[in-house]
């Protein structure tokens, strides 16, 4: 973990946002970036226990990262915020937009459903939903690993 060395396109997301490119930040990003499902703030601790960042330091990147809309806040109804990459949807587990999640009430985990499913959030179809504000549609139930 000498070098400061982040791929090209974590330090263009950054710049984009107007954000610097720290190694705090480029870590934290692609820790949930590179997740198949949305993480917490305690699981991205996990991921990152071996980079020397501290739990603060983390937590602040992600409130940052999702200030500026390179992570996305999901809510799953357990009072646990977990964030997700924000893409263009071309490249999973990257999504365009906000989009419905599954949620195992047997084990917590949380995974998204795709961007184009039945169940997309939108403040339109809603009455009395402020529009641009976020919208979570879950679907609850148990994951396959629950079962047996
Ligand atoms: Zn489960
Ligand atoms: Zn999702």
Redesign the pocket.
Known sequence: MAEQRAPLETEQHLRRRGLRVTRPRVLVLESVTGAATPLSHADVVVRLAASGLDRATIYRNLQTLADVGLLRRVEAGDRVFRFEGVGDGTAPPLHAVAHAHFV?T????VRCLPDDGPFRPNAADVPGAAKGRPLEVQLRG??E??VS
């Open positions: 195992c047997a084990c917590g985990e148990t994951c690993a629950c």
